[in-house]
């Protein structure tokens, strides 16, 4: 019997990798959490940004000290700098990237010329990470924005939808699973289908196919604002399923920094989408993430920023300083100080966390129902997920207190109340 060790970094793109990664093992071989009792070891890394790629080296080397084990690592960091790797570190046994996953299998099995039960990654084929009641959902591949400040198309190549039947197959077999909560994950969810020949179809085709499926909740992660449509609005308006929570990255909230991103939107266009989504749906969680310090940014595209998370009220703000990143159209513009981008990132979060409170506090009184995540630290406490707040731990919690004990996977209803700057909690009802 061989153990296998495998560490995922990065985003749930990346986590849907590993787990069709982990099904490609199968008799002779078995799964384990102890890097210490494997004979191979996987590090599927991220590339994205600097700190990811530290993190990656970081945890490389890390892994290199459990000297049984071979060695090898894939992902981000191995498909945008190859050659590189391949040169500086010969301790690594097996470099994969991206492109040549479709023989990873084959890869590994040079490994263990011996061993034979090693079979190509399959979407359909996964081994589940999280919770036994939710999983990611990947609709598609790369992106084709060719935003200024971001790598991705250049790592994951241009837009490729999956086959729409392909998906509806790997949700029946999630449900099979015990799957009752979704997320649909991409780069950019709401271009599905724009790739295909011929008559296609569409994000919304898609969504009204999942729609009827008989999930609990689908949650749809990473919206372009600019492609979102008014039968998109009308769909997640009646649907009985779909979160109603957007996930929007705006990633400025001023024009001239937006036009220089690269990016399509408009902040008067982004915020009659938000308008228009809150009209449809009064209670809705919306999400963004900004750029601090993209070159260009002035002192009046600061105080632009700041007066748009005002206006927009977002609940949940995550805001990262900007990474310099070659191959990237942002690398070559003349960059600003890192003092100058970790004080407006300060600035920024200080004010979505005034706007998150405001938000909070008008939640009190509301009924939230969804899954019981986890134990809180006192008897009787727990921390729910609801339409409200995403499965990968970025946004607040919400603590509860029961009477009743509850298990995690538990559906519960809960009157939120009390409020936080990212928080709320309340009672079970």
């Given amino acids: 019997m061989r153990y296998v060790a495998l560490l995922s970094l990065g985003c749930a793109k990346n986590l849907v990798d590993s787990e069709m990664m982990l099904s490609m093992f199968e008799d002779g071989f078995q799964l384990t959490l102890d890097p210490s009792k494997a004979d191979l070891i996987i590090v599927n890394t991220c590339g994205f940004i600097a700190s990811a790629k530290e993190e990656s080296i970081r945890e490389i080397f890390r892994m290199r000290q459990y000297k049984k084990a071979k060695l090898v690592v894939v992902g981000c960091?191995?498909?945008?700098?190859?050659?590189?790797?391949?040169?500086?570190?010969?301790?690594?046994?097996l470099f994969v990237p991206i492109s040549d996953y479709p023989h990873l299998h084959q890869r590994i099995k040079e490994l263990f010329p011996e061993d034979n039960q090693i079979v190509e990654m399959n979407p359909l084929r996964r081994v589940l990470s999280g919770p036994s009641f939710s999983a990611y959902l990947r609709i598609s591949e790369g992106c084709d924005h060719f935003c200024a400040f971001c790598a991705i198309p250049y790592i994951r190549g241009r837009y490729k939808s999956r086959d729409m039947e392909e998906v509806l197959e790997e949700a029946r077999i999630l449900q099979s699973k015990g799957i009752r909560e979704i997320s649909l994950i991409s780069q950019d969810p709401a271009a599905y289908g724009?790739?295909?020949?011929?008559?296609?179809?569409?994000?919304?085709?898609?969504?009204?196919?999942?729609d009827v499926m008989g999930f609990d909740s689908i949650r749809l992660l990473y919206l372009y604002p600019s492609e979102l449509s008014d039968r998109f609005v009308e769909l997640v308006r009646d649907?009985?399923?779909?979160?109603?929570?957007?996930?929007?990255?705006?990633?400025?909230?001023?024009?001239?920094?937006?036009?220089?991103?690269?990016?399509?939107?408009?902040?008067?266009?982004?915020?009659?989408?938000?308008?228009?989504?809150?009209?449809?749906?009064?209670?809705?969680?919306?999400?963004?993430?900004?750029?601090a310090g993209f070159p260009g940014e002035g002192e009046r595209d600061v105080a632009s920023t700041l007066d748009f998370l005002e206006k927009a009220r977002f609940?949940?703000?995550?805001?990262?300083?900007?990474?310099?990143?070659?191959?990237?159209?942002?690398?070559?513009?003349?960059?600003?100080?890192?003092?100058?981008?970790?004080?407006?990132?300060?600035?920024?979060?200080?004010?979505?966390?005034?706007?998150?409170?405001?938000?909070?506090?008008?939640?009190?009184?509301?009924?939230?129902?969804?899954?019981?995540?986890?134990?809180?630290k006192k008897e009787g406490e727990y921390l729910l997920r609801s339409y409200?707040?995403?499965?990968?731990?970025?946004?607040?919690?919400?603590?509860?207190?029961?009477?009743?004990?509850l298990k995690v996977g538990d559906k519960a209803k809960v009157k939120i109340t009390a409020a936080f700057y990212h928080d709320l909690s309340g009672e079970a009802l």
């Fill in 194 to 210: 724009k790739d295909f020949k011929g008559h296609k179809p569409d994000f919304c085709d898609l969504l009204e196919r999942l």
């Fill in 77 to 93: 960091l191995t498909e945008r700098y190859y050659e590189q790797l391949v040169r500086e570190m010969g301790e690594v046994d």
């Fill in 239 to 291: 649907s009985k399923t779909i979160a109603h929570y957007f996930d929007i990255p705006v990633q400025s909230g001023s024009d001239k920094v937006l036009h220089s991103m690269n990016r399509p939107d408009t902040v008067e266009n982004n915020l009659r989408l938000i308008a228009k989504l809150r009209e449809a749906m009064p209670l809705a969680a919306f999400r963004t993430t900004l750029i």
């Fill in 388 to 405: 409200w707040n995403a499965p990968d731990e970025i946004d607040g919690n919400i603590t509860f207190a029961s009477k009743t004990p």
């Fill in 315 to 376: 609940d949940h703000v995550g805001v990262f300083s900007y990474s310099r990143e070659e191959g990237t159209l942002g690398y070559k513009m003349r960059q600003i100080p890192q003092r100058k981008k970790e004080e407006r990132r300060i600035a920024y979060l200080q004010k979505a966390k005034e706007v998150s409170l405001k938000n909070n506090l008008a939640r009190i009184g509301e009924t939230m129902e969804g899954y019981v995540i986890a134990h809180g």
